[in-house]
Nanobody, 117 residues
Framework: QVQLVESGGGLVQAGGSLRLSCAAS????????MGWYRQAPGKQRELVAA???????NYADSVKGRFTVSRDNGKKEVYLQMNSLKPEDTAVYYC???????????WGQGTQVTVSS
């Protein structure tokens, strides 16, 4: 079955940077929309950024200009470069893969990002 494994989370001070990675296996990676979601305590999971197989990106307004999503189809990996981190970015970040709207979505186990003020 499809596996998504995130890495790169951790504790960082406000203004700092982190780079998240997600490695996919057992998936035709190149055809999937790959996304990053996050869920803070007591809040709903929300889309942070996504990239289509063709390279089109979509970002939450709260992260535009600070976060960058990218992918390497050869390595079957997707990345989230997070700069100028704020305490409100603290959450568990999840990798997501979905071929098209309405199709089965796959999720990673999540990686914790904590931004201290």
């Amino acid at each position: 079955q499809v596996q998504l494994v995130e890495s790169g989370g951790g504790l960082v001070q406000a203004g700092g940077s982190l780079r998240l990675s997600c490695a996919a296996s057992r998936i035709i990676f190149s055809i999937y929309v790959m996304g990053w979601y996050r869920q803070a305590p007591g809040k709903q999971r929300e889309l942070v950024a996504a990239m289509t197989s063709g390279g089109t990106t979509n970002y939450a307004d709260s992260v535009k200009g600070r976060f960058t999503v990218s992918r390497d189809n050869g390595k079957k990996e997707v990345y989230l470069q997070m700069n100028s981190l704020k305490p409100e970015d603290t959450a568990v970040y999840y990798c997501n893969a979905q071929a098209f709207a309405g199709s089965k979505a796959y999720w990673g186990q999540g990686t914790q990002v904590t931004v201290s003020s």
